[in-house]
């Protein structure tokens, strides 16, 4: 029974390039989250997507950040024109339902030169 | 925003019980307790959660209290492996809200 799965597992890219992080729930899961954890910081809610919907986006930067999650494949947080503050782990969870308990993937490390 | 307050960091002896308070005394009445931990950087790991009573499972045991302003996190036989970040988490709504945690360190 696979966990949550995330990837790239590491991700390098240069300020004003695209980055494209990829979530794969947990087999019956329908309910995705992503947190942000900057250096030496706790983990910050970014979103809540349900399939084809966005929930609850409250904690995402209001520019240049991203999400969905189709009907088919995995969710996807965007950020486009990065830059060296979004050098961070970017960790995806899902949950069976809205009110059950998430589980989190490993996490992308994102480094923005 | 976090609605929990830990002791930065506890240590333990190897095979000790580790008791790790946390305080949420703003907690509303159908507001879950989480508890979580994270491994040098890893994803955080799930290991307990509650509401009003005690709860046990093969990783732990959560202790509540009556008014539930507090709780504590047991880990029966601490391991070197169990040396992580530990949040205590008031789950509001559908978000996580971390907090600094405490960094339970077990020492052989």
């Known amino acids: 029974n696979a966990g949550v799965m995330q990837n790239p597992r590491h991700l390098v890219r240069r300020r004003g390039q695209e980055a494209r992080l990829r979530c794969s729930p947990m087999k019956g899961h329908s309910h995705v989250y992503w947190y942000r954890q900057l250096p030496e910081e706790g983990l910050k809610f970014m979103v809540y997507?349900?399939?084809?919907?966005?929930?609850?986006e409250s904690g995402m930067p209001k520019e240049r950040f991203s999400a969905e999650f189709p009907k088919e494949g995995p969710s996807i947080l965007r950020i486009q024109q990065v830059v060296r503050g979004d050098s961070a782990a970017y960790f995806c969870?899902?949950?069976?339902?809205?009110?059950?308990?998430?589980?989190f993937g490993p996490g992308t490390r994102l480094l923005v030169l | 925003d976090a609605k929990t307050t830990q002791p930065p960091s506890m240590d333990c002896a190897e095979g000790r019980a580790a008791n790790l308070p946390c305080n949420h005394s703003?907690?509303?009445?159908?507001?879950?307790v989480y508890w979580y931990r994270q491994i040098h950087s890893q994803g955080p790991q799930y290991i307990i959660h509650g509401l009003k009573n005690n709860e046990t499972n093969e990783m732990a045991s959560l202790i509540i209290t009556e008014d539930r302003k507090s709780s504590t996190l047991i880990l029966p036989h601490a391991t070197l492996r169990d040396t992580a970040v530990y949040y205590c988490i008031v789950r509001v709504r559908n978000k996580l809200v971390f907090g600094a945690g405490t960094i339970l360190r077990v020492k052989s």
């Open positions: 997507l349900q399939k084809e919907n966005i929930i609850d």
């Open positions: 969870a899902s949950s069976l339902g809205g009110a059950e308990t998430q589980y």
């Open positions: 703003t907690i509303s009445g159908n507001e879950y």
